[in-house]
Structure formats: structure tokens, C-alpha cells
């Protein structure tokens, strides 16, 4: 019954009523700016290009005022993003004023992850704002919007054509957020090697498949202009900070010995034509399409990948609490078959280094065997050499006796022979006084 009254008031007409009198609600257009002014905005960009390309120069030029910005180095190891946020006022309009500066982009031999902190940053934006918009109890409406609205890309001018880095960035990025492409630094090339560099650079950006952001030409308001401006795409720009009297005023200029490039003259340069694109005619739409096109992008998503999605004519009605009961439940089963795995995981390890731990037992018993094997072998091997050494010191003293008896014995012999030879000596000294006594006796 409730789908047939559905169909009966899909199927009826608008009526077109005419009023008596002055109502009021032609108003509201006055409501929204006065809320709207009353609020503030914010303006959120995204400056990527090379180190010492002149990204900080331009944003000085563009505001006309002076960010404070630490000098980056050429010596930086990986590419890391520096935002500041500025508070801005303009009459009445206060603008709340976020640069994003790629720190070290370019500055590395190997140059092929220069991209991803900055996809990395973009997303973060873009999930701070989700996470907000998913809050039981949101405060959009004073949150501040990080979001990046718009992306100046700084091409280098190298009169021939885009590097390798610059399209697979861009390439990367034309997705996540509208790319303004801008060569920076257009005073160093000459006029007709300019418009052949842009040429160049729309011809690679549409053969490479870049989208770029193009200005909408659907406001009548604006599309003489903006098919215009799209025409001069990319933008040669020059900045300075720097005050130059050429004639009778002062002028923002580059001062060089053989003249000056007038920042805000459009023959110089497009600095007058990106800043009336950027600030002046299209900051809402590239606010607009921030959200309608990268963030809803972003968010379908992660809504999709978080089990939500869109009901059809044909399905049945979307239901969030069945939707989340029916997460929670295949949550809660991939939870549980995570901790089967992690249990028999670590049973299996366990079994592992059970076994490895009795396979270094064993081997430690072995070990230990052989040791000891060797230990009583070489015992053994010890006292044989001991009892042959008592042996050989047994033997030895007996033949010490033995030499020192023989010794004794030689000793006393030679003692005793020299009494004997005195006797005899004694006896024959006594012979010649007998035989002179017996001779005497004979003569007489």
C-alpha cells in the first residue's frame, strides 16, 4: 500500500502557481551571502614543483604579502609536504588560507616514489573530512576543510617538453584534485619558444591521458571568459615581491640590465590571467568541485569498501543496521579465522622449535659422549705414559746404584794402592845398604 502511494505522488506533476503579493523568500539568495560572509572561507592549495622553481614567490605575488617559508634545501632524502595556514581578510571577507609546499620534489636520483606522499597527503585530507562527516554528533560547519581545492603544478621551462616525473605525477594526482599546470620562471624563455613549450605541454598531457581542470563554461556569466582562458592553458608565469618605478608608478617587477618583466603585465606573462581564473572567477567551482567530484570519488569508496552501498529500483531497501550487523558478523568471522591461524601458527612453531631444541639435545649428547671419550682415551694414554715413566726412573735408580757402588769400590782401591807403593819403595831404598854390608862381610 505504501509503494502504490509512492507511485501515485512520483506520477503526479509540479503545478505552477503565480503569488498575490510579495512573499519574501527572494531574499534568501542575501541570507546565504550574508551567512556565508559571516562564516568565512577557506581556500586550500596545493604548490608542487621542483626545489628553487619559485612556488613560494608566486603565493607572495598572488596574495600580495610575504609568507613566512623556510628555504628548502636540494639535499633532502625523500619528498615531504610543509602546509601553513594563514587567516586572510579582504574588506569584509575573512579567508582562511592553507599553502602546501612539496619540500625535496625532484631532488632525488630515483625519483619514481616522489609521488606517492603527496596521493598520501591528499587521501589524509580527504579521510579527516570522512571521518567528520560519519561522527554520530558532526560540526562540519566550523570544522576546518583541509581539503585540497586546487593543485598549481610548476613546470620547469625547459623549452622542449614535460619530464618523465611531471606527467606520471600529474597523471596520479588528476583524480584526487583539479591540476592547474603553470611554467614557472617564463622570463627565462623567449615568446615563440613559450607558445611552442605550451604546445608541446597540452599535446603530451592529452596524449598521456592528464586531466586537467578546465574551467566551466556552463555559467553564462563566465563563459566568454573562461573558454577564453582555457585556450591559454598552461599559464607562463613570473613572480615578484619587488617594487619597480617603470615610468611614472610602481610596478611589481623583475629588474634585469637589459630591462624589466612586469609581473602584472600580460604581455610579460599570465600572472593577471591566473589569478583572476584562480581567485576571482573560479575559487567556488574548484570549492565545488573539490566535493562533488574528488571527495565523493574518495568517499564512495571507502564506502563501498566498508560493505555500504546504494540501493536499486529493483533491490531491496538499504537498511544501515543490517548493513553493519552483517559487517560486524563477517568482521567478527575474519577475526575469528585470524586467531585460528595465529593459534595454529604458534602451535606449529612451537612443534618447530620443540623439535630443534631435542635435534640440539641430541647433538649436545653426542657431543658430550665424544668428549668423554676422549678424555678417558686420553687418561689411559696418561697413566701408560706414567707407569713407563716410573718404569724408566726405576730402572734409572737401580743403575744410579749400581754406578755408585762401582764408583765406591773404584774409590776405595785407588785409596789403598798408594800405602803398597810406599812399602815397596821403602824395601828398595833399604837394598843397597844390606848388599854393602853382605859385600863387606865377603871382603873381609
Given at each position: 500500500?505504501?509503494?502504490?502511494?509512492?507511485?501515485?505522488?512520483?506520477?503526479?506533476?509540479?503545478?505552477?502557481?503565480?503569488?498575490?503579493?510579495?512573499?519574501?523568500?527572494?531574499?534568501?539568495?542575501?541570507?546565504l551571502?550574508?551567512?556565508?560572509v559571516?562564516?568565512?572561507?577557506?581556500?586550500?592549495i596545493?604548490?608542487?614543483?621542483e626545489?628553487?622553481?619559485?612556488?613560494?614567490?608566486?603565493?607572495?605575488?598572488?596574495?600580495?604579502?610575504?609568507?613566512?617559508?623556510?628555504?628548502?634545501?636540494?639535499?633532502?632524502?625523500?619528498?615531504?609536504?610543509?602546509?601553513?595556514?594563514?587567516?586572510?581578510?579582504?574588506?569584509?571577507?575573512?579567508?582562511?588560507?592553507?599553502?602546501?609546499?612539496?619540500?625535496?620534489?625532484?631532488?632525488q636520483?630515483?625519483?619514481?616514489?616522489?609521488?606517492?606522499?603527496?596521493?598520501?597527503?591528499?587521501?589524509?585530507?580527504?579521510?579527516?573530512?570522512l571521518?567528520?562527516?560519519?561522527?554520530?554528533?558532526?560540526?562540519?560547519?566550523?570544522?576546518?576543510?583541509?581539503?585540497?581545492?586546487?593543485?598549481?603544478?610548476?613546470i620547469?621551462?625547459?623549452?622542449?617538453?614535460?619530464?618523465?616525473?611531471?606527467?606520471?605525477?600529474?597523471k596520479?594526482?588528476?583524480?584526487?584534485?583539479?591540476?592547474?599546470?603553470v611554467?614557472?620562471?617564463?622570463?627565462?624563455?623567449?615568446?615563440?619558444?613559450l607558445?611552442k613549450?605550451?604546445?608541446?605541454?597540452?599535446?603530451?598531457?592529452?596524449?598521456?591521458?592528464?586531466?586537467?581542470?578546465?574551467?566551466?563554461?556552463?555559467?553564462?556569466?563566465?563563459?566568454?571568459?573562461n573558454?577564453?582562458?582555457?585556450?591559454?592553458?598552461?599559464?607562463?608565469?613570473?613572480?615578484?615581491?619587488?617594487?619597480v618605478?617603470?615610468?611614472?608608478?610602481?610596478?611589481?617587477?623583475?629588474?634585469?640590465?637589459?630591462?624589466?618583466?612586469?609581473?602584472?603585465?600580460?604581455?610579460?606573462?599570465?600572472?593577471?590571467?591566473?589569478?583572476?581564473?584562480?581567485?576571482?572567477?573560479?575559487?567556488?567551482?574548484?570549492?565545488?568541485q573539490?566535493?562533488?567530484?574528488?571527495?565523493?570519488?574518495?568517499?564512495?569508496c571507502?564506502?563501498?569498501?566498508?560493505?555500504?552501498?546504494?540501493?536499486?529500483?529493483?533491490s531491496?531497501?538499504?537498511?544501515?543496521?543490517?548493513?553493519?550487523?552483517?559487517?560486524?558478523?563477517?568482521?567478527?568471522?575474519?577475526?575469528?579465522?585470524?586467531?585460528?591461524?595465529?593459534?595454529?601458527?604458534?602451535?606449529?612453531?612451537?612443534?618447530?622449535?620443540?623439535?630443534?631444541?631435542?635435534?640440539?639435545?641430541?647433538e649436545?649428547?653426542?657431543?658430550?659422549?665424544?668428549?668423554?671419550?676422549?678424555?678417558?682415551?686420553?687418561?689411559?694414554?696418561?697413566?701408560?705414559k706414567?707407569?713407563?715413566?716410573?718404569?724408566?726412573?726405576?730402572?734409572?735408580?737401580?743403575r744410579?746404584?749400581?754406578?755408585?757402588?762401582?764408583?765406591?769400590?773404584?774409590?776405595?782401591?785407588?785409596?789403598?794402592?798408594?800405602?803398597?807403593?810406599?812399602?815397596?819403595?821403602?824395601?828398595?831404598?833399604?837394598?843397597?845398604?844390606?848388599c854393602?854390608?853382605?859385600?863387606?862381610?865377603?871382603?873381609?
Amino acid at each position: 500500500m505504501a509503494a502504490d502511494h509512492k507511485d501515485v505522488f512520483a506520477s503526479e506533476e509540479k503545478r505552477n502557481l503565480e503569488l498575490g503579493g510579495h512573499v519574501g523568500f527572494d531574499s534568501l539568495p542575501d541570507q546565504l551571502v550574508s551567512k556565508s560572509v559571516a562564516q568565512g572561507f577557506s581556500f586550500n592549495i596545493l604548490c608542487v614543483g621542483e626545489t628553487g622553481i619559485g612556488k613560494s614567490t608566486l603565493m607572495n605575488t598572488l596574495f600580495n604579502t610575504t609568507f613566512e617559508n623556510e628555504e628548502a634545501s636540494h639535499y633532502e632524502s625523500e619528498v615531504h609536504l610543509r602546509s601553513q595556514t594563514y587567516e586572510l581578510q579582504e574588506s569584509n571577507v575573512n579567508l582562511k588560507l592553507t599553502v602546501v609546499h612539496t619540500v625535496g620534489f625532484g631532488d632525488q636520483i630515483n625519483k619514481e616514489e616522489s609521488h606517492k606522499p603527496i596521493l598520501e597527503y591528499i587521501d589524509a585530507q580527504f579521510e579527516k573530512y570522512l571521518e567528520e562527516e560519519l561522527r554520530i554528533k558532526r560540526s562540519l560547519f566550523n570544522c576546518h576543510d583541509t581539503r585540497i581545492h586546487t593543485c598549481l603544478y610548476f613546470i620547469a621551462p625547459t623549452g622542449h617538453s614535460l619530464k618523465s616525473l611531471d606527467l606520471v605525477t600529474m597523471k596520479k594526482l588528476d583524480s584526487k584534485v583539479n591540476i592547474i599546470p603553470v611554467i614557472a620562471k617564463a622570463d627565462t624563455v623567449s615568446k615563440i619558444e613559450l607558445d611552442k613549450l605550451k604546445i608541446k605541454i597540452m599535446s603530451e598531457l592529452v596524449s598521456n591521458g592528464v586531466q586537467i581542470y578546465q574551467f566551466p563554461t556552463e555559467d553564462e556569466a563566465v563563459a566568454e571568459i573562461n573558454s577564453s582562458m582555457n585556450t591559454h592553458l598552461p599559464f607562463a608565469v613570473v613572480g615578484s615581491v619587488e617594487d619597480v618605478k617603470v615610468g611614472n608608478k610602481m610596478v611589481k617587477a623583475r629588474l634585469y640590465p637589459w630591462g624589466s618583466v612586469q609581473v602584472e603585465n600580460e604581455n610579460h606573462c599570465d600572472f593577471v590571467k591566473l589569478r583572476e581564473m584562480l581567485l576571482r572567477v573560479n575559487m567556488e567551482d574548484l570549492r565545488e568541485q573539490t566535493h562533488a567530484r574528488h571527495y565523493e570519488l574518495y568517499r564512495r569508496c571507502k564506502l563501498e569498501e566498508m560493505g555500504f552501498k546504494d540501493t536499486n529500483p529493483d533491490s531491496q531497501s538499504f537498511s544501515l543496521q543490517q548493513t553493519y550487523e552483517a559487517k560486524r558478523k563477517e568482521f567478527l568471522l575474519e577475526l575469528q579465522r585470524k586467531e585460528e591461524e595465529m593459534r595454529q601458527m604458534f602451535v606449529n612453531k612451537v612443534k618447530e622449535t620443540e623439535a630443534e631444541l631435542k635435534e640440539k639435545e641430541k647433538e649436545l649428547h653426542e657431543r658430550f659422549e665424544q668428549l668423554k671419550r676422549m678424555h678417558q682415551d686420553e687418561k689411559k694414554n696418561l697413566e701408560e705414559k706414567r707407569r713407563e715413566l716410573e718404569e724408566e726412573m726405576n730402572a734409572f735408580n737401580r743403575r744410579k746404584v749400581a754406578a755408585e757402588t762401582l764408583m765406591g769400590q773404584a774409590l776405595q782401591g785407588c785409596s789403598q794402592q798408594p800405602f803398597k807403593k810406599d812399602k815397596d819403595k821403602k824395601n828398595f831404598f833399604s837394598l843397597p845398604s844390606a848388599c854393602s854390608l853382605t859385600s863387606g862381610r865377603n871382603l873381609n
